[in-house]
Nanobody, 127 residues
Framework: QVQLVESGGRLVQAGGSLRLSCAAS??????????MGWFRQAPGKEREFVAGMRWSGGTTYYADSVRGRFTLSRDNNRNTVVLQMNTLKPEDTAVYYC??????????????????WGQGTQVTVSS
């Protein structure tokens, strides 16, 4: 079983920055070759892809709406990934979720392709 825990969400003013973390714990397995993704879901909207990469790092993929503002990276702790969000906009307001995909695919935008999800962390950007 893989457990994902997001943290770092809070209220921030437009133009500000936030750093979200996703920590994974996996009993009896190695997740370094899993794919991972950040998604977000605003009220009344579908869950949408934000960014993704392999858990061990490497090539990153971004949604057009966040490219150039958000950066995905692996923390020194190999089981933690970080989403650095800069120049935040009110339209970035959403619950942000971390997800893991066991086949190691990266940049998958369909949330149904992911196998494990965290509980989410709320990001609110005020104008």
């Amino acid at each position: 079983q893989v457990q994902l825990v997001e943290s770092g969400g809070r209220l921030v003013q437009a133009g500000g920055s936030l750093r979200l973390s996703c920590a994974a714990s996996a009993s009896g397995r190695t997740i370094s070759n899993y794919g991972m993704g950040w998604f977000r879901q605003a009220p009344g909207k579908e869950r949408e892809f934000v960014a993704g990469m392999r858990w061990s790092g490497g090539t990153t993929y971004y949604a057009d709406s966040v490219r150039g503002r958000f950066t995905l990276s692996r923390d020194n702790n190999r089981n933690t990934v970080v989403l650095q969000m800069n120049t935040l906009k009110p339209e970035d307001t959403a619950v942000y979720y971390c997800a893991a995909e066991i086949l190691g695919r990266i940049g998958i935008r369909d949330p149904n392709e992911y196998d494990y999800w965290g509980q989410g962390t709320q990001v609110t950007v005020s104008s």
